[in-house]
């Protein structure tokens, strides 16, 4: 008993390092404009208001990742032992979190461009790819309730299988809806983690 | 009381996770000089010593993001346990502390320039928005005490109060003198973080 | 018996850490095509697919970092004590660890193009490296059960040091085959995450 | 002595953080060569080859890192509790040791070339600042024994007192030496951390 608590503190602590990382790396996508010595202050404000799809993409991505941490900081409490399947599944969970500076410094320099539909599409799919990745790591952990704590009431278990269940289709959604209107799509997004953090935060 | 303890826990250890990489990462806007090959060692201290004021933004930028940190450390300490509107208020400070590193690049880049006052009030403006962050998260905490030990003393969360309140209207000052004298704007800035470190030091 | 529970702890806490960080910095190698403002959408869907390189190196960096964690855990398990010589043999580990973006950055840019035998070997030959330096860490620990507690089943033992032997001599194939075909090279380096991860789920 | 012994903890955990991800940003300065897409295989392996001083110096100041790190570690093994003086002196030692990546880059960019003393005397003179930093940390926590656990050694505070010291004359001669023949420079630098790890080591 003493071995598992162990355990499962070491994969919470290296999990919320991979958050943590992940959340300060985006603001690497925050980039200088470059504009030269000679650049006037109305020139640099400029260029900085011109930026905005960069600062919206960090803050969705921002909030979108604090969210998940704060939902696997939730899973995690309900959970009573690890196994190596849980780990795997979970270290996948991890490189899709890693992976999302990518798609947000992709966003930032196509959003309102020609390429802007294909960006955004990548944009979205990769919190598809996310979404089924908490899905997949929730039922490893609660099928048959292999790894849950005896005392984790059941409508709690099936509440949360309900809501992981509900991201897939809205980023589905999001995605598909990129090649009609990006705006819809980065929206959907946006929308999407501070209506999650809404309920999160009247329960 | 078991589960609380826990879960503030991993909160402070999530938030000192991005304390630690935010201010680590304001290391990579000291750029080394691109002189090429045949740049003799003169030329190269020469060049070193014109981005002074990227040392200086570090500096500042690491200094008071550290007296921050230790800020966060003496609220906690007072905290009892974490309710979800508590997760995203100390979310919304962690997102301004990941966006230090950009303001303090762009006021490395533009200091003494044209673009001056731009940056430099930007740069103001990121501590405003940090200082209301701040005293945002406190009053989610001490707000009818409803976060707090009951052990914490009625005079040190009102002299807390008092504290955080100085911040924005200091930054905000800062900001403004920005548009007349950019070094104004940096002294004030550099001049809080260590009034700051001086007074906690010898409390 | 309690400080050296304590040190065990640290120790693994920034182990875990700068593991962490070197797989959330393999994410820094994906990078945004740059195509300019008047990139049509199939243009920059062409040039993100034409990238799968990069893809697949992340993804096989990853995921052998992530077994590697899961193994340095499943170490520190059964070790009892930390000595002087095992902290550096540590940082030996941690030092290759840390070093695995820079061959994913380097095979991601030359692999299907004429220098890709050299960045192929470069990168199988940085497993061969990190392989040595895992069996050197068991030993130190392993060695007349130097460092393992009493109840570390010697049998166990003994299956962990034949199953660390066998990595040196697989990457070694890897790193020469990278001469005759690249895809051999990264196929074996894929191939051996893989194959651990799904006999360490098992288990 | 409850909340003592957390305070100490968070501290630790919070510098543990700092050096790790130091350390680990340390592989960004491990650059791939940019020979564009039609260059041969032996071609790529002779750039890799003649960037032998970003290994040296990446190895060098990783180790170096590494040694400091064990040092602070057993510094704090007998500090019994936190003051902000102290906190703020390890903050000092932080902000000075997150700044490493930069003379390493510069070392990397600039050695073997007309501008190798300056950048060898900047790297030496990084760690000349360390060193005192180090030692001004120390004399916080062992001056007077103010805030050392009472069964700390007396023997042993005086060693460590000594050990430290002798660290700020020798990376001194390391810089002067940068101006006379940047080998000599560098290679007290490697020396020192082997020397250092090798007696530790030992202990």
């Not at 290296?14 to 000679?38: C, E, W």
């Not at 399947?85 to 992976?99: D, E, I, W």
């Not at 997949?136 to 992981?164: F, G, K, M, N, Q």
Request: glycine share 6%; net charge positive.
């Amino acid at each position: 008993m003493h071995t598992e608590e162990k355990e499962t503190g070491r994969l919470e602590a290296f999990s919320d390092g991979v958050f943590a990382i992940a959340m300060t790396l985006l603001a690497l996508d925050l980039k200088v404009p470059h504009l030269g010595d000679r650049a006037s202050a109305s020139e640099l404000a400029l260029a900085l208001a011109q930026q905005w799809p960069s600062y919206l993409a960090f803050t969705t991505s921002f909030g979108t990742v604090l969210v998940m941490w704060v939902h696997h900081h939730g899973m995690f409490r309900l959970i009573r032992k690890v196994t190596s399947g849980f780990l795997f599944a979970n270290g996948f969970l991890l490189l899709l979190v890693t992976v999302v500076p990518f798609p947000t410094a992709l966003i930032s320099a196509y959003f309102g461009k020609p390429g802007s539909a294909v960006a955004s599409a990548v944009y979205a799919g990769t919190f598809v790819a996310i979404s089924i990745a908490f899905n997949l790591l929730w039922r490893v952990a609660a099928h048959e309730r292999a790894l849950l704590r005896s005392d984790a009431p059941e409508h709690v278990v099936r509440a949360i299988t309900r809501s992981y269940l509900a991201g897939v289709p809205l980023y589905l959604l999001a995605t598909v809806s990129a090649f009609y209107n990006e705006y819809v799509s980065i929206g959907i997004c946006s929308g999407l983690w501070i209506f999650w953090a809404v309920i999160t935060r009247n329960k």
